[in-house]
């Protein structure tokens, strides 16, 4: 489990179809409603497009299809987590934003990396009769995926330089 995990911590709990997860609220920059994205042919089924964030193009992911999950009806209220300070940054699709808790480092169960889709998971949390899942950021891409975003985030950069075309 992470060993930066303090005495007590805050989780943003969300949904992805039936499952319930959550990540440190520490984490995350904001959370923005789905807006246009760019989508350059050849895309994985993962990366739903590129958002044009300040000065960067973000790539958004979508866990449904990363982890083979009932695939999400997107509409313009659905709910982008925007991280901060990741080496490779990303936000991600989530169904529904459902609440956010405090709590304390014996609350948490730690998951073995062997357990979890590439480690991905980190721990559960038991809230009333619901289990969450929590992510480690760090473990939900390998290597090669996080070269694929690179390869396609490049092309769409250079796409639109080459047609004078602001990014949406």
Excluded: C, W
């Excluded at 901060?84 to 709590?103: A, D, F, M, N």
Aim: charged share 20%.
């Amino acid at each position: 489990m992470n060993k930066d995990l303090s005495p007590s911590q805050t989780f943003l709990i969300f949904s992805i179809g039936p499952g319930l997860y959550g990540l440190p609220i520490k984490t995350l920059q904001e959370v923005l409603l789905l807006s246009e994205l760019s989508r350059p042919p050849g895309l994985p089924p993962a990366i739903e497009g590129f958002l044009k964030l300040g000065p960067r193009l973000l790539p958004i992911l979508r866990l449904d299809k990363l982890f083979d999950l009932p695939e999400l009806t997107l509409d313009l209220y659905t709910p982008v987590l925007i991280f901060r300070k990741l080496e490779h940054p990303y936000g991600l699709i989530v169904e529904k934003i459902l609440e956010i808790v405090t709590v304390t480092q014996n609350q948490l169960i730690p998951i073995e990396p062997t357990q979890s889709f590439r480690g991905s998971l980190e721990a559960e949390l038991q809230l009333g009769s619901k289990t969450v899942h929590i992510f480690n950021l760090h473990k939900l891409l390998d290597a090669q995926e996080k070269q694929a975003i690179a390869h396609f985030k490049n092309e769409e950069e250079n796409h639109r330089q080459k047609l004078g075309v602001a990014l949406p």
